[in-house]
């Protein structure tokens, strides 16, 4: 399977503790992108990387979030001291930057439950 | 910022029945996603419109393009039970290269 590939699929951590998760983007892709999704709701953007620059970064992250994408290929998005609201499903998305549209494919997600 | 708004959120509808779910904006979009999600699951896409008054069709679905591409609506003829999930929009904004999604609507399809 050559889709999007994100681990884990479930975290469950402490309040207070750090938690990375990955993202396995489409190999040709060099558009890489962050969201978060809540119940019922639609995802959220968060950052997006092309290649290994990150481009955009939601004025909702706050700087307990970081993101990397160090050689253009998989990224990781860390968070810092989490807190019971950073519990959420977070999605990664790629896309490939030559088309004229923004035709992003996401992953499974990984369900992060802060307790 | 570049809102979606998306209408119905919530749809519950016997199996056979049609159904439109909306997906309205003050602002251009150079392009529509549709998506659909179970779930626990990423989203799915469905289709990408384009031009302004497109209309697409994947089986027992209709999506269109608005003609100022603004807005864009997804039609469902005879939805069956595999139809239920939530479904969302997302615009590809013009000056700027991340999909905006809308809040989704949840579809419910019962047998």
């Known amino acids: 399977d050559t889709g999007v590939s994100q681990n884990p699929r479930h975290k469950i951590t402490k309040r207070g503790q750090n938690v990375t998760f990955r993202c396995d983007p489409i190999?040709?892709?060099?558009?890489l992108y962050w969201y978060r999704q809540t119940l019922g709701q639609g995802p959220e953007f968060l950052t997006y990387f092309q290649n290994e620059a990150q481009l955009e970064k939601s004025r909702l992250l706050s700087d307990r979030f970081s993101a990397e994408r160090p050689k253009g290929s998989f990224s990781t998005l860390e968070i810092q001291r989490t807190e019971q609201g950073d519990s959420a499903m977070y999605l990664c998305?790629?896309?490939?930057?030559?088309?004229?549209?923004?035709?992003?494919?996401f992953g499974q997600g990984t369900r992060l439950t802060v307790v | 910022t570049q809102l979606l708004e998306q209408s119905p959120q919530f749809l519950s509808i016997q199996e056979g029945e049609n159904l439109t779910v909306y997906c309205n904006s003050s602002?251009?979009?150079?392009?529509l996603q549709w998506y659909r999600q179970e779930p626990g699951e990423g989203p799915v896409l469905l289709v990408t419109v384009v031009t302004g008054g497109e209309v697409k069709k994947l089986k027992r679905l209709t999506f269109q393009f608005g003609d100022a591409r603004k807005d864009s609506s997804l039609h469902i003829t005879a939805a069956q039970t595999g139809d239920t999930g939530l479904y969302l929009c997302a615009g590809d904004a013009e000056y700027g290269n991340k999909l905006v999604f809308g809040a989704g609507t949840i579809l419910r399809v019962k047998s």
């Open positions: 190999s040709e892709h060099n558009r």
């Open positions: 602002s251009v979009f150079s392009s």
């Open positions: 998305a790629s896309s490939l930057e030559d088309r004229e549209v923004t035709e992003a494919f």
